[in-house]
């Protein structure tokens, strides 16, 4: 067992080396002037001497070996440079945000489990009933829904029909916990829907999959209960995929937040984001990257380390 | 004795059943007659089709004229889904939306499917350190959700309607790569493909012939859904701002900031869009969905 946690979390450091390799490529892929964007339409008006050091101040002027070499050293000390904009520290803007994302992206897929296992348990017994095409059909709308779309209408609709509108202040957890669940609530409720269908999709095949067992029917056979064999047996063994899916949507999960927070106006690493791109802010932009990467790819390992406590066949294979 | 070499032996009549449509045509045939949601899927893809190709004919108004005495008016006979701040048709808006998205859409199913492809078939037909490499490369690219890349990418190298396609090809370029190599990795294990590397059959010619031809069912799929998918995100990209610049009227800008603040007085403005985004994206789906389960169990492809 310790083997395969240690093997685990050795393939996930080229690949969170090459992640980061590849943000450093993106940010610099600029064509043109990076200066030009940085320093926007009053470049025209600053001396030579000016820009040159504010370039000399981004690192910018150093051959790009240096420059890899120090962000590389910067990314695994936790020092993601400074922001374009206040001059404060990436690391120190986005631990301040990094809470509400969390906390939105948990809620979301607690909502999205309470929903989807269930109805993905119901579609894969009833097979092929309305109820099954009913369920699927809802699980693919579900899939094919703008997020934004349905971020939009839960604030106007409740607008125009309750005259009720979303506060723009954010309470935190700490402060308020009753406050912050109900300013959380509907937030988390849409992205938790959007990511119910893959969910409910992936429990259904596995349960379908895990029903044609043998051990299924000998279950059956001895008299059990269908309700015991379902929850007892089948669920149990059907589910273990569907956490290794999860892991996958960790990924999908933090997009969903760049979009809501920014229509819920949620102080997170979602709006953190939008902001830094509307300004240009490159250094910030890079550290959520980053940041974001590492955080998925830290979520696989996780889930992939429960995957081998779940299925023993994986720990020795 | 005579011997009756005709088939008319009315015994057997029943049992043998002469094709009545060429074999390629089977799974189109299977999908209109078994898979309805499959075929109500095309329908949607058909319309949007026509909707964009003919959008000069249908359109009522130009999308980007302004009829400012009008604004803000609610759907009625004159604007047949209202109109927007600027006294702009909805509906016209719409269908020149859905030529952007289709557009987009197309462009990058042709470029991210055919790099998918090739990419996905020489690391897993070729295998060794090149696959490994390439697998670990597309881990690190997915482990940065798409939505953050491709706003890192546009936001860097700027906006405009080449640009999103590249960027959104490449992401889903892949993300795909990674179902392709699967089915041909599935490929690679049956014995036909000793058989020809036995008989001295080159690289290409194996590929061309055995493994090509095989993994063409699961890339059929697999465009239809990146098709969606790719709507989807041109949209999300535009509502954040940083998708298809403005004049042309997309799907996802209809519904973005500026409009928003009337979207209370106005809410047709915030339905009618994300209805047809909602409309078209899950047509396409259940299009892909009904092709994969007519194509799949046929040709045996790996999903």
Redesign the interface.
Known sequence: MQNYIIRRILLAIPTLLIASSLVFIMIRMAPGDVMLTVLGESMANTPNKDIEQVRHDLGLDAPIHVQYMKFIAGVTRGDLGKSLRDKTPVRDEIKDKLPVTIELAVLALLWSLVIAIPVGVISAIRQDTFLDYLFRSIAVAGISLPSFWLGTLAIILPAIWFHKIPSVVYTSLMDDPFTNIKQMALPALILGTLLAGTVMRITRTMMLEVMRQDYIRTAMAKGLHEKVVIYRHALRNALIPVVTVLGLQVAFLIGGTVVIENIFSLPGMGRLFIEALNWRDYPVIQGLNVVVASWVVIVNIIVDISYGFLDPRIRYS | MTVDNSTSNIALEGLVKRRTIPMWLQPLHTLVTRKY?GTFGAAVLLTMILAAVLADVIAPYDPVAQHLPDKLKSPSAQYLLGTDQFGRDLLSRLIYGARTSLYVGVGVVILGTGAATILGTVSGYFGGKLDIIFQ??V???????????L???V????PGILNIIFALAFRQSISESRIVRSAVLGIKENQYMDAARAIGASHLRILSFYVLPNVLAPIIVLASLTL?QAI?AE??LS????GVPPPHPTW?SL?SDEG?RF??AA?WM??F??LA??LA??GI??FG?GLRDVLDPRLRGSR
């Open positions: 949601l670990r490369l881990d690190a690219v997915q482990s940065i959700p798409s939505l953050v890349l706003l890192t990418i936001s860097v190298v700027g969606g989807l949209a999300t509502f954040l701002g940083f996802g519904l928003r979207m209370i809410p915030a339905f869009p994300g985004l909602s994206v899950f789906n259940m969905d």
